[in-house]
């Protein structure tokens, strides 16, 4: 039987004795976080070592903080679950006694990873490397490397079975979801609303290789960011934005480019995102202005504000253009201003990324983004008015002609020139 198992026939027997230790264990889910990054540090630190004695050290170190962040909460939840009463911190000798006395499968196993004197051993610095058996002396006994990787591997094996049943329990069942989560903090766990954070650039395409959220910024490390998935990198720093409320800036850095590809402050994404959910209510997907202010803000890094506001009010305009061609398909036969609703949508995205980008901007360097707001504006109008179809029709074509050739007089820009500055195609 596994954790799901226990899980499952606990919450058949008593349900709130079954949920509260997991609570209990979800509660301490950011302290057992900082507890694996410590590990993982020291694992780096053992992949440098060169000496027998400094590694056998460091393995002590790593199993000590295997068995004491990951593996003791587990061991202790798994006895409350069964029923049993465990002080509030036991040391390791007591727990695996109680382990074992248990009889179940599952606890007994948990029990195998538990080497007392090893792990009082590393707490106490009662050890001494021993070069002729290759081994660390613990007081009459003795542990060696192989040992304390395989138990180690065993403990940290366990908790990740664990973790995967208690998932799968909590997928099964609303009312162990509901218990798990009554007694949860208003923002949330810190390691769960980041992890949740990186998820959204999971589905939108990108493998992140690595992040880091320290001094109020979160940075976000990609293997790669084709053109293709640009927009789909814009839409996961927007969310990312909502789940990590703590933090002011969002950076994105990519494999191979020695500076950030994106430094995006909370007030652009928060502006951002207002178009997001404005654009997600009316369209299955999102056209290229819903991200004009998270790219404006992207280009300042390379681009003086003139030049960004400039390449900015292209894309706006460039965005005009396929609105009307959207519109024109979505009702073939009649004009552009007759397919009013997806319009007047098209076109208020457009507005809404003008505005955006126009915040990141002062006012003696917007211009160009405010003669797109201009153009956008005076389109809507003509659209919604209740004049006859011919002349609005006669005057979106002459705001069309504006729109074109003010367009053609910017050079085409990149999209993302802090990754590629080739023009748009």
């Known amino acids: 039987m596994g954790v799901y198992q ?81 002080s509030q911190n036991p040391g390791i000798t007591t727990l695996r006694e109680q382990l074992i006395a248990d009889g179940h499968p599952l606890l007994t196993t948990a029990a195998k990873s538990l080497l007392p004197p090893s792990r009082n051993a590393s707490a106490h610095e009662d050890y001494v490397w021993d070069e002729s058996l290759q081994a660390l002396r613990v007081g009459d006994g003795s542990v060696t490397l192989d040992e304390l990787r395989a138990a180690s591997a065993h403990a940290y094996s366990f908790m990740r079975g664990a973790e995967s049943g208690w998932a799968c329990a909590r997928a099964a069942s609303t009312e162990l979801a509901d218990l798990l989560d009554s007694e949860d903090p208003p923002t949330g766990f810190n390691i769960l609303n980041e992890h949740n954070a990186l998820s959204h650039f999971g589905t939108n395409g990108l493998r992140v290789l690595d992040y880091l959220h320290e001094d109020r910024t979160f940075t976000v490390s990609l293997d790669d960011l084709p053109p293709r998935l640009i927009n789909h990198c814009c839409q996961a720093i927007t969310w990312a934005s909502r789940l990590v409320g703590t933090v002011d800036r969002f950076v994105v850095t990519l494999a191979g480019h020695a ?145 074109e050739q003010l367009r053609s007089r910017w050079p085409t820009p990149a999209i993302l020139p802090t990754v590629d500055l080739s023009p748009l195609a």
């Open 6 to 86: 226990l899980i499952e026939e606990g919450m058949g027997i008593d349900p709130e004795h079954t949920a509260r230790p997991l609570r209990n264990l979800k509660l301490r889910v950011d302290r057992s976080a900082a507890s694996n990054a410590m590990m993982n540090a020291v694992i780096r630190m053992l992949r440098e070592a060169r000496s027998e004695r400094d590694r056998a050290s460091l393995t002590l170190d790593v199993y000590r903080k295997i068995i004491e962040g990951q593996l003791k909460p587990w061991a202790i939840v798994l006895l409350e679950m069964r029923g049993k009463t465990v």
């Open 259 to 403: 500076e950030p590809v994106m430094d995006i402050g909370r007030p652009e994404l928060d502006a951002t995102y207002d178009v997001w959910c404005y654009t997600r209510n009316r369209f299955d997907e999102m056209p290229p202005s819903v991200f004009l202010g998270v790219l404006t803000s992207a280009r300042l890094a390379v681009e003086t504000p003139a030049v960004a506001a400039r390449a900015a009010a292209w894309l706006a305009l460039n965005d005009i253009i396929h609105a009307l061609d959207e519109a024109r398909e979505a009702s073939p036969g009649l004009p552009a201003g007759d397919s009013i609703p997806i319009l007047v949508s098209r076109l208020s995205i457009v507005a809404g990324g003008i505005y955006a980008a126009r915040t990141i901007l002062t006012a003696d360097t917007a211009a160009p983004l405010l003669r797109g707001e201009r153009l956008v504006t005076a389109m809507i109008e003509t659209v919604n008015s209740t004049d006859p179809p011919a002349m609005r029709a006669d005057r979106l074509d002459a705001l069309e002609d504006t729109v």
